[in-house]
């Protein structure tokens, strides 16, 4: 395996245990084109091992022709309105889901007080009582109605707006995660030079629109707009409203302590 995908926040851990290559994409031809927010990652400051492959948001997707109301609020999975009771799905991503818990009550991610985690954790498991799954559920769930609100993807939401007009993605006003998922070099690539041209060939505006194309995410990569399927471009899941944009959180990997915390109430929860 000469590359790799890693998610943003699992960044840091790689790189500790040595399984990721100091690349220095910095020096690559290409990565010119990279957008500005995106050639700094708090997990990757000085972008020196990973490149950007795409880029998303995980929200709530609901299901307008049953519920009609505001859809930008945690609320949604955490104190749900009667029409979705019973038809609500959570993605089984521990992080998302307790950071967006967390910023509901109004507090920090990342927290290692107990008070808040404990009432974190209280409102989750009341919250449970309301949904149908915690599962990476197949998209004809959602397509035939089983289920009509899930934490979910934008760009996944995208495909099952295209198969189902009735559901729409929003946005936590109280936060929501912004993620990036990155291609890296394995330590142990048998193919370095070969693994460097391919990430210098993805931050070229033209492939990194064919990988959106076929993801159905943004890519982070300057003019790649130009190349990628209109109806993409303007899609309502991968454009945050300006009045939403200071609601994202980062996605990232807590410190040692708050992640062994956070794993406690996802055990409880999942079990």
């Known amino acids: 395996m000469d590359v790799i995908i890693v998610s943003g926040y699992f960044i840091p851990a790689y790189v500790d245990q040595g399984l990721l290559m ?9 990565f010119k084109h990279i957008a500005e927010q995106w050639k700094s990652i708090p997990t990757d400051p000085d972008r020196k091992y990973t490149v ?29 309105p009667e029409e979705l009771k019973g038809s609500i799905n959570l993605v089984p991503s521990m992080n998302d889901t307790i950071d967006m818990t967390l910023r509901y009550i109004g507090t920090e991610t990342c927290t290692t007080d107990r008070d808040s985690l404990s009432k974190a954790r209280d409102l989750l498991l009341k919250a449970k009582e ?5 599962d990476y559920p197949s998209f004809e769930k959602f397509i035939n109605e089983d289920l009509n609100a ?13 198969l189902n007009d009735g559901f ?38 033209e492939n990194a629109a064919m990988i959106s ?10 003019g790649s707009e130009e190349f990628m399927d209109p109806e993409l471009v303007n899609a309502p899941e991968l454009n945050v409203p300006e009045a939403l944009q200071s ?12 992640q062994d915390l956070y794993t406690r109430i996802w055990t409880e929860l999942t079990r």
Do not use: H
């Not at 100091?22 to 290409?30: C, G, H, I, V």
């Not at 309301?130 to 915690?134: D, F, I, K, L, R």
């Open 22 to 30: 100091e690349s220095n994409p910095t020096e690559m031809e290409n």
């Open 150 to 162: 899930s934490v979910f993807w934008s760009g996944a939401a995208a495909r099952v707006r295209g």
């Open 168 to 205: 729409a993605y929003g946005w936590p006003e109280s936060g929501f995660i912004k993620w990036m998922d990155n291609v890296a070099i394995p330590s142990d690539a048998a193919n370095v030079e070969n693994a460097k041209l391919f990430m210098n060939f993805i931050m070229t505006p």
């Open 130 to 134: 309301n949904w149908a799954s915690v």
């Open 213 to 222: 194309n076929y993801t159905m995410y943004s890519n982070g990569i300057v």
């Open 247 to 258: 609601s994202a959180i980062e996605q990232t990997l807590c410190p040692p302590e708050a």
């Open 52 to 80: 950007p492959w795409v880029w998303g948001t995980t929200g709530v997707m609901v299901n307008k022709k049953v519920y009609d109301g505001d859809i930008n609020t945690a609320a949604i999975f955490l104190d749900p």
